[in-house]
């Protein structure tokens, strides 16, 4: 939707760190989320964290909050060719959830 | 079951036919969602419902499109007179109580097609 906002491509080297960012609008928004889409499939939660929290690490997967700027990122750490596939960044206003257009992250060996 | 379940998986249907699609959300869980996706682009909501009732069916594109749950578990989007516009993957996704407390689970999605 339009008011989340992410960039659309991104490619990484397998092993390296990636970093896939996202803005948002509404500062009222009690949770930010992560999904994964492979090709075909529906979407898979990857994490998602509260707005009065900055930071939330779990495993290769470190989410950065900064509320201020209303900016989020997703760090993959140690990225996999398995990682290869379209992130998406939403925001939920009460009981919607507001998700960007979706990046999409290629993997190369 | 361990996830949301929706069938079919695939579904392709004439323009102007009349389509189901059904949703099983995860047990227990009383807040279930549609959202449609088109290619290219993120899920957009189409309606909420909180047990057997449509809390908000705002996203509702238009009166051919209609969506019940009528025991509180199982849910069920109905389009009347299908239009080739109406081509999306359609997703559900289901909460233990509400998104404001609980995060959405998505099932994999059921791709229609109208030709």
């Known amino acids: 939707g339009e008011d989340v906002e992410q960039s659309l491509f991104l490619s990484v080297r397998e092993g390296d760190s990636s970093v896939i960012n996202c803005t948002y609008t509404?500062?009222?928004?009690?949770?930010l989320y992560w999904y994964k889409q492979e090709p075909g499939a529906g979407l898979q939660l990857l994490t998602y964290?509260?707005?009065?929290?900055d930071m939330k690490q779990d495993q290769r997967l470190t989410v950065l909050l900064n509320k201020k700027d209303k900016h989020l990122s997703l760090r993959i750490a140690d990225t996999q060719t398995g990682d290869s596939a379209i992130y998406f960044c939403?925001?939920?206003?009460?009981?919607?959830?507001?998700f960007g257009a979706g990046t999409t992250v290629t993997v190369r060996a | 079951g361990a996830g949301v379940s929706q069938t079919p998986s695939n579904k392709v249907t004439e323009k102007g036919k009349y389509v189901e699609l059904r949703c099983d959300p995860i047990?227990?869980?009383?807040?279930l969602y549609w959202y449609r996706q088109s290619l290219g682009q993120g899920p957009e909501f189409l309606i909420y419902?909180?047990?057997?009732?449509?809390?908000?069916d705002s996203g509702l594109p238009n009166d051919r499109f209609f969506a019940v749950r009528p025991e509180g578990s199982v849910s069920t989007l109905k389009i009347q007179r299908t239009e080739r516009g109406d081509s999306a993957m359609y997703l559900c996704?289901?909460?233990?109580?509400?998104?404001?407390?609980?995060?959405?689970?998505f099932g994999n999605g059921t791709r229609l097609t109208v030709t």
């Open positions: 047990s227990g869980h009383t807040a």
């Open positions: 509404d500062s009222s928004s009690t949770y």
């Open positions: 996704a289901s909460s233990l109580t509400g998104p404001g407390d609980s995060p959405l689970h």
């Open positions: 419902f909180q047990g057997t009732g449509a809390a908000d």
């Open positions: 964290i509260f707005s009065n929290m």
């Open positions: 939403a925001e939920s206003n009460d009981y919607k959830l507001s």
